[in-house]
Every structure is written in structure tokens, then in C-alpha cells.
């Protein structure tokens, strides 16, 4: 089976929960199913670590179209599966329905985050924060239009997302959403009455080996965050504004708050640390491999607007840190049962949200159980456990028309 991958960016495991999940799932393809996996991708990442396909190819936007039918045909691809990217992209959609429509291979659509994430990115703040921070005088122009016109321009945008997923439905063999919890949101959005070919696979553990019971006990008194400095999702702002008040409880002083990550708030986000005057903040950047934070740290903090299904709060439980969120995305759910494996807190409730981090600090025995918990309840998502899944999503479309691979093209592994 020859399965072509089509994304963004090349595939660093470091740069981001989407790639890494890639990464880990294709080496679970190749190694176990002997699956040859390839990769289409558009940008890079001059002197970072990828991960290694069967193939790669890097499309150019005036030439894509072209490349992408000469590398379907030449490595005989049987599936393509279009990850974090729009279809109407780089000419993509029209290469997937020429290779449709001669039975070359079938396409499957992910959506990597929640269904209603395109409409939550449209939150008047965001558009505010655009105003203030966008450089160009252009870009803050088109935002203070937004923003004057905002009832209209939320509700065009809606109906322009809901075409846009109708679109993709009717286009695709399979659209993979993150949770089961998202089918409704899409269907709804889309307009949807009947939806077979929507289906829902959540994301891999990221790591080999889970904490112990020991690893565990010598836990840090550190509370962790791993995020994109990005304000529009991750709100980190929120994070700052809720530690500020657990430096203000004396019994929390020797705690501290590392935040790893990368993205274009990070100089904000250090400037209003230092304006809340917080002591025991400590920020970790650049891609970087995030387990030895992981190992070190007791909590986990998720201040996210909106998320898909976060490799951060698997990586959390895996590692033996209790996770703490907002109530903002369905599959949390999935993920953390609040009280026994995380806590789950009402969304935007900065209060409860402190009052909930001191109550982990002040009790080692129940951030301890919590902890142990959390590892045992996220093997449920383990690498060979959602392969397995994508496997047999590949096997039920291809066995749904099979189509004939070119006899000039490299021979089928596995």
C-alpha cells in the first residue's frame, strides 16, 4: 500500500503537535504495516530535523499541479490524505479529482482541529488584538473594517465555512475528524443529513515509554505550559493573569511556571510577565524537544481558546502531570476525566481556574493518584493502537473501488 501525505510544512516533530503525531504514525506504517509512506509538502525548515518518507517531494505554487500528477503516477500512490491544509490550495483539488476520475487512487481530508474553530478564530478580541498588533497600516485597516461591520462579517464567514465543508464532503472518499464528539459540529455546519463518510480518529501518544510510579514520587514543584505563542488560540495571557494570583499565596511561592514554546506572541507575552511583575516564570523557546519538561514537571496548564485534540494533554498524562483546561473543546473530554486522570474548568473562569492549581499544589497525595491515573487512562490512545485505526480506514476506502495502479510506477510495499 503507497500512501502520499499532502501538508503545509515539512514534517519536524518538534515544530507542533500536527507533525508530530504525523511522525509518530508514519513510523508505526512503515515499520509495522510496511506501508510505503511519501510526502508532499510546501514549506521548510532550512537546518531542522524531518522525518524520513519512502519519497518527498516539495511543491512550488507555480508548478504544483503539475508535480503532484507526475508524483502520484511515478510512485503508484494508492491514497492520498490531505493533512492541515485547504484542498484549494496550490491547485491540489483539481490533481485529486484527475486522479479520481481515473481511478488512480482515493483522498482523505483531515481536520485537525475542531469543527467550529474557523468561526472562534473570528471572536471580536482577536480581531482587536489584529489592530493593535498587525504592522502594516493596510492590515489594520481591513481589521478596523471587520470589526466596524462585525455581526455581517461573522455571519458571511460562517456561511462561507459552511460551503467550504460541504465542499470537502462531497469531495472526499473519507473527512477525518479528531473525536466523535465533532461529527455533529461538522454535519451541522455542513448541512449534512446523512454523513457515512465522516469518520473520527484521535491523535497518538508522542512518547515510548510512560512515567512510573517512581518517576512520579520525584516529580518538581514546577507547573508546566507547551504552546505556540500564539494569543488567538492558546491564550497564554490567561496563564500569566491566573499565576499572578498563585504568587500572591504565600504557601505557592516555591512553585514555578515554565513555558516552552515558539510563535509570534513571545515577546509579548514576556513583556506582560514582566508587567505583572512575576518572579517564578520562566520561558523555554524555540522547537525543542519537550520531554524533559514533561519528566520534571507535577502540573499541566491549558488556557486554549479552542483546540483539536491536544498532543500536549497526552503528552501531560503520559508523562505523569496532571492536566488543567478550560472547558473550551469537545474532546477534552475524550481526554480527561475531571477529578480522576485532570481537572476541567468552566471556560474563562480565571478564579476557579487559580483556586483548582493551589488545590493540586497543597495535596501531593491527590496530584500523585491524578497523575497515575492519567498514565494508565491515555494508553487507550497509544501509537499501535491508532494505526490500527488509520489502517483500516485505508483498507475500507480502498476496498470501496480499488483503484488500478499505473504498471510503470515502483511496486506496492506491504
Not at 483522498?107 to 482587536?128: G, W
Not at 459540529?185 to 508522542?206: C, K, M, Q, V
Not at 513583556?271 to 519537550?290: I, M, T
Not at 498524562?317 to 475531571?338: C, K, M, N, R, W
Request: overall charge positive.
Amino acid at each position: 500500500m503507497n500512501i502520499l501525505f499532502i501538508t503545509d510544512e515539512d514534517i519536524d516533530p518538534s515544530r507542533g503537535g500536527v507533525k508530530r503525531s504525523l511522525h509518530v504514525l508514519t513510523r508505526e506504517f512503515m515499520s509495522r504495516y510496511r506501508i510505503r509512506c511519501c510526502l508532499a509538502y510546501i514549506h521548510a525548515y532550512p537546518g531542522s530535523e524531518t522525518s524520513e518518507f519512502h519519497a518527498k517531494i516539495r511543491l512550488a505554487k507555480q508548478d504544483a499541479g503539475a508535480r503532484l500528477k507526475e508524483f502520484i503516477l511515478g510512485h503508484a500512490i494508492d491514497v492520498v490524505v490531505l493533512q492541515k491544509m485547504l484542498p484549494g490550495k496550490y491547485r491540489i483539488l483539481p490533481v485529486l479529482k484527475w486522479a479520481a476520475g481515473r481511478g488512480l487512487c482515493r483522498s482523505i481530508f483531515v481536520l485537525h482541529f475542531s469543527p467550529e474553530y474557523s468561526i472562534l478564530n473570528l471572536d471580536a478580541e482577536n480581531i482587536v488584538n489584529n489592530i493593535r498588533y498587525v504592522g502594516s497600516r493596510t492590515g489594520r485597516a481591513v481589521n478596523a473594517l471587520k470589526l466596524a461591520a462585525y455581526p455581517g462579517y461573522r455571519a458571511v464567514k460562517r456561511f462561507l465555512i459552511g460551503r467550504g465543508y460541504r465542499a470537502i464532503y462531497r469531495t472526499f472518499d473519507r473527512v477525518v475528524l479528531l473525536s466523535e464528539r465533532y461529527v455533529p459540529a461538522y454535519a451541522r455546519f455542513a448541512g449534512l443529513a446523512e454523513h457515512p463518510r465522516l469518520a473520527a480518529i484521535g491523535n497518538p501518544l508522542s512518547f515510548d515509554a510512560p512515567a512510573t510510579r517512581e518517576d512520579i514520587s520525584g516529580k518538581k514543584r514546577e507547573v508546566l505550559i507547551v504552546a505556540r505563542f500564539d494569543e488567538k488560540q492558546k491564550k497564554l495571557s490567561r496563564a500569566l493573569a491566573i499565576w499572578r494570583e498563585i504568587e500572591r499565596r504565600e504557601e505557592c511561592r516555591d512553585w514555578k511556571l515554565v513555558i516552552v514554546g515558539f510563535g509570534p506572541w513571545r515577546d509579548r507575552y514576556r513583556k506582560r510577565a514582566a508587567e505583572l511583575r512575576l518572579n517564578n516564570v520562566s520561558f523555554e523557546e524555540g522547537p525543542r524537544d519537550p520531554l524533559p519538561y514533561y519528566r520534571r514537571a507535577s502540573i499541566f496548564m491549558m488556557t486554549s481558546a479552542y483546540e483539536g485534540f491536544p498532543m500536549a494533554l497526552l503528552e501531560s498524562q503520559q508523562q505523569g502531570v496532571v492536566p488543567v483546561a478550560f472547558d473550551t473543546f469537545a474532546s477534552l473530554h475524550d481526554i480527561v476525566e475531571d477529578g480522576v486522570n485532570g481537572l476541567v474548568i468552566p471556560p474563562g473562569d480565571l478564579g476557579a481556574y487559580a483556586r483548582c492549581l493551589m488545590g493540586l499544589m497543597a495535596h501531593r497525595d491527590v496530584r500523585d493518584e491524578m497523575a497515575w491515573n492519567g498514565v494508565r487512562s491515555c494508553q487507550r490512545y497509544a501509537a499501535d493502537t491508532i494505526a490500527k485505526q488509520w489502517v483500516d480506514l485505508f483498507e475500507a476506502v480502498l476496498s470501496e473501488g480499488r483503484p488500478v495502479s499505473p504498471r510503470n510506477g515502483p511496486p506496492a510495499a506491504g
